[in-house]
Each structure stands twice: as C-alpha cells, then as structure tokens.
C-alpha cells in the first residue's frame, strides 16, 4: 500500500472514530503557529465550575477526573478551554472532496470547507479554531470539530446537522430538498449581547463569535476580500483623480492578519503604492512569505525613503511595516509624507481582546497587559486611538481622503475614545466605504462577492472555471445597460487576471462580484461543465455574508441606508431563511461579525453544484432571491440605484413583483417642519 492512500485511510479512520474513548496524546504547543492572545478572566468560581462541567459533557465519565484538571489549567491559562489535547494529528487543510469518508457527497463539501477554514496558510489562530478577525471562530473547541466531522461522515441525504453556535446538537430527519447543516453563531437574547457578554457566555462554552465565513465555513483566505479591496481602493482614487489611475498613489492603512490581509495584494492590483502596519510581525511574514506582501521594513526612516523613491518612480508595491500603525501616522505626519488615501483594517470591533494594540509597547509586553492588568490595556489603547484619530486628521486637512473599511474604527474612537472624530452635527467627519463607494456602486446595482471551489482541488479545474466564468461577463459586458458596464469590466479585468495575482491560499478558490444574473449564468455554466465532465467534480458555490442581502450593519454594509431601517435585521434573516427552502445545501445566521459583537446580523450559504437538474434547479432559485431580497429592501430605502436594478429584475423573471417606492417631496415635507 502507497504511504498516500494508508494516509488517507487514518485519516478517513480518524474522522469517523469523533471523539475517542480514551485519552489521546497531548500534541506540542507549536511556537511557530499563530495563538490567540489570552482571554479577559471574566468568571467568577461559580461560573469556571459551570464552565468545566459544560467542556466535561463530550467525554466519557471515566476521563473526567483528567480533563477537569488539565481544562482547569487551560481556562486559568488562556481565558478558553480549547481542548488542545484533542487536536487532530493529522494535517489541516482542504483534501479533494473524494478522500472525505460520506454517506451525502453535500456532506463532504462541507468537510472540505471547514479544514479549509482551520488551514495553518489560511486561518489565523488555527490551533485556538480562530479563522480571522482575532475571534472569528469555526468551533469553540476541538471536542466539537470532533463530533461534527463524524456527523458530517454519518449523515445521508435525508439528514440535517444542527449547530448552535459550534456545538453539534445532533443529525435529525430531514429530506433531499433541506439544507444538509442549519448554523447560528451568537445568536443572543438582545439585553445579553454586549461585549463582555460575549466574553462571559465564550467561557462558558455555550456561544460563539463566528464573525462572517468564519462560523458558516465559506472563508477562502485574504483571497475572499482582495477584490472588494481592489474595487474599493481603485474607485476610491476615481473619487479623487476621476481616472482610476493610482500610477505613483500611497495608501496608508493598518491590518495583515485574516481579511485585512488582502489590503497590501489589493493596493497592488489597482496600480498603487500600499503600506500597511502590523503590530503581530508573525503575520507579516506569513503575508510576505505567501507573496501579498513585497517588502518588509521595521524601521520608520528607511521605510519613508523608500515611500518617496516608489512615489517618484510610481510605483505598484505592496509594503508592510512591521509596528503599530499610530506610530507610523505620526512619523509620516512629521516628514510631510504626501498620502492620497488613508484607510484602517484593524480590528477595532475586538479593541480590547487582540483587535487593536496600545503604541509605545511591544507586542509581547501589551498581550501580557491584555490578561494581567486589562483596566490599564483599556486606558492605552484608548488613548492611542485618540492620537491615530489626531493624525489622521491632520493628513486629511493637507488633502488626504480616508475612509472607514467596516472594521468599527469610526465607532471604536468615538464611543470608546471620545476622540475628535465627529462634525457637530454628531455624524462623523469620515464616510464609510460603503457609503461612499460599495453600497452605491455595487450593492444597490445587486453586485457582490460571488465565491467558488473546486472540490477536487486541481488547478486545471480551477483556470477552466476562470475561463467559463470570463466567458460569461464577457457576454454580459456587451448586452449590458450603461448602468453596469463599468462594474462588468472592473469584473472582467479581474478575472483575466486572477491566476497570474497569485490569489490563492488553501483551496482552489476564486471570487468576482456579480449580480444575480451574472451569478446564475456562471453556476449553470459550471454546472454543465461538471456534467460533461470538464470540470472533474463538484463545485462549492458561496459569498461573504458582506453582500447585498447576506448583513444588516448600520455601519458597515447598509450603512447607505438612509430611512432608517438600518437598524433593523429583517433582511439577513429573510436571506437566511429564504436560502433554506430554495435549495442552499448549508445556511448561517450568525450575530457579529465584522464591526462587533451586537451590532449587525448576517446570513450566509454554500451550495454545491453536481453537475445534477436538481442542482440547476437549486441554483436557479436560490441565487436569485439571495441577490434580490436586498435590492428590494434597498429600493425600498429609495436608494434610486437600487430601484433601477429591482426594475431590471423584475422583467427577468415576471413572478417576482416587487413593493416599489413613492417618493415624497422634501419641498412638502419642509413647510410641515
């Protein structure tokens, strides 16, 4: 027997044991992995009693007495129980779909998508089950990676997977049509959604923060957001120049751990000079060392040297500074370093558990704060938001336009800083990037971040969907109204492009924006190619919930949502339910995720095609309602982008009739008030 098919048959064996009955080796704390800073010491004795009761419901009574004492030491240790002992020996990654032991080929798309998730290259805490966003969690510990991969092995097509917020409660019947796993992560009673609440009831071992693709298994890397960057930065430059040409351009911004990790390949691709700062010099290698990054420097000086020699020669480069991003504003505030566009992808939802560092403090010093001493964490880190604030508004004074990237920076200085970062009006002195660029350039017009991956792990597969899905723009581009042909050729350019930028980190995964008739033209076409035996097996179709329907976020994705119902949640969860009974084969609805716990909702899917009718049936219904139900609720809003595309919608498919707004004259409305 090949020393490659006796490793799949452990590793198939190893699936399908779940959790074993006796005590397996403890591995060794790998130093060279990325950890998770040490969680707040939220519990009292009571609630660490009720914590360790919770983690002791997996295992058999006889291993108690052992666990208990070593989940002890992990709460008193890390602030979790992670279960590190049961941390699989085998390698993480994303396997071709056929080396999965299943009963529901749906089932084991599902497999290959979450050790995709957990992939050292791809997750940024792997070992704490963390994917990215300092807290974005796949499961809260290994005991339940365990039980659902066995579940997932277990399961037929006539059985749905229930997971509440990581933990496995169970396979239930079910039939063909439903969606294979049901997922909710956070999903909390309102008054019990504050921040320490989340990190009291994560203790517990009874909810969790699955951020957007963390939690519903659809990340795909930095790869997931490098387009959406892309299309960011590039239109943000249009803004200012008219042109789009970034041609010798600096834009400054913060953040290389999991979607922030996109920035420095983003700013490239557009035609700019890129400078990021990460405060974690682990993962700035780890970007360097996959090639989003080109250059390294963790000195101020020669840094800004080499900013003016790419200025002048106008240059596209991607640099990291390996620092606190405060720090660099300030020293290139004091050399009069000219930035044309400013931006921040921290993690600023998470600012005192590891999203955000305090300046003047290295990186081991201030995670030892974080644990140890967390009221004067709390003082530093607001006070150096207050001097990131002060520099960025010295920068915009001499001509720079800066913009919130969704990661509650805006929110972060003005509620937990009172930094100078609102008009006197009280609305804040800098837009979001949605208001300003994605909500009216794609998600009104139903553009969003359309995702696929090919099971079978093969490149050749992959360049063929990249051609099948050029082929389709292509075809559009030339139909289109000239409404969207700018976004189709934004779209069409990055396609052509993709494979040569390197996107790829773990599976064999690409992502576009597109509408819902783009969508659905690019599945089908994939999914006769999967019939005719061109493309060699199935394909897992996603999107981030950062979408058009998928996230209700007043700060971040319907932020360009001006009635007022950018408060309200109705949409992620109709997106949720909706996909359910229109053909999704999994579905999330999770509370968090981008700009905090509490405050946004968001739904995702995965559908997997099979070359089957009943998948160009599925694919047919489900995506175009998961594209429309938002452009309806944003037409509704009378956002007028919106109102055309729900137009356009509505003579593709006459059964859809959509509740379209009167819109009422503020002339009127202003001799009333």
Known sequence: MSDSILSTTTFQQAILEGIPN?????????????????????????????????????FPKHLHADLATEF??????????????????????????????????????????????????????PHELITYGGNGSVFQNWAQYRLCMQYL?????EQTLVMYSGHPLGLFPSHKDAPRVVVTNGMMIPNHSKPDDWERYNALGVTQYGQMTAGSYMYIGPQGIV?????????????????????????????????????????????????????????????????????LYDDLAPLVARIRE????????????????????????????????????????????????????????????????????????????????????????????FFDYGNAFLKAARDEAQADITKADGSFKYPSYVQDIMGPMCFDYGFGPF???????????????????????????????????????????????????????????????????????????????????????????GRDHHDVSGTDSPYRETSNIYDGSQFTADMAVHNFVGDAFRGATWISLHNGGGVGWGEVMNGGFGLLLDGSEAADRRLESMLFWDVNNG???????????????????????????????NQADDDLLNTLF
């Open 451 to 541: 995702r696929w991956v090919c099971a079978s792990g093969d490149l050749t597969d992959l360049r063929f969907s990249d051609m099948l899905a050029a082929d389709v723009l292509e075809q559009m581009h030339e139909e289109a109204p000239e409404d969207i042909k700018q976004q189709l050729a934004d779209n069409l350019l990055w396609i052509r492009q993709a494979e040569e930028n390197q996107l790829v980190v773990g599976s064999k995964a690409r992502i576009l924006y597109a509408d819902s008739v783009g969508r659905i033209r690019i599945a089908k076409a994939f999914n006769q190619a999967i019939r005719e035996g061109k493309i060699s097996a199935p394909i897992v179709l």
């Open 22 to 58: 006796e005590l397996p080796t403890h591995p060794v704390y790998d130093p060279n992995v990325s950890h998770a800073p040490k969680r707040k010491d939220i519990l009292t004795k009571t609630e660490k009693k009720l914590a360790l009761k919770n983690a002791l419901r997996y």
């Open 310 to 401: 790419a200025q002048q020669n106008k240059e596209a480069v991607s640099i990291a500074y390996c620092g606190n991003i405060v720090e660099l504003w300030e020293y290139l505030v004091e050399q009069k370093v000219h930035v044309d566009l400013g931006s921040d992808q921290t993690s600023l939802h998470n600012p005192y558990a590891g999203g955000y560092y305090p300046a003047d403090l290295p990186f081991e010093e201030a995670n030892a704060m974080m644990a140890n001493d967390p009221e004067q964490f709390k003082t530093l880190i607001q006070a150096t938001l207050r001097r990131h604030v002060n520099a960025i508004n010295t920068m915009s004074e001499r001509g720079m336009y």
């Open 72 to 125: 002890a030491t992990e709460l008193e240790q890390y602030g979790r129980i992670y279960m590190h002992r049961y941390r699989p020996t085998y390698d993480m990654y994303a396997r071709p779909i056929q080396e999965y032991p299943c009963k529901s080929l749906q089932a084991a798309s599902i497999m290959l998508m979450i050790q995709n998730n957990l992939d050292p290259a791809v997750a940024q805490h």
């Open 153 to 157: 092995a277990q399961m037929t097509d």
């Open 631 to 661: 452009i309806a609720r944003r037409s509704w809003a009378q956002n007028p982008h919106a109102i055309f595309a729900i137009k356009e919608a509505m003579k593709y498919n006459p059964e859809l009739k959509v509740t379209l707004p």
């Open 227 to 295: 387009h959406g960057t892309t299309i960011t930065v590039l239109n943000a430059g249009r803004m200012q120049g008219g042109s789009g040409d970034l041609a010798g351009k600096l834009f400054v911004t913060a953040g290389l751990g999991g979607m922030s990790g996109a920035q420095a390949k983003a700013a490239v691709i557009a035609g700019a000079i890129g400078v990021v700062a990460e405060i974690n010099e682990h993962a700035a290698r780890k970007r360097h060392s996959q090639g989003w990054v080109d250059e």
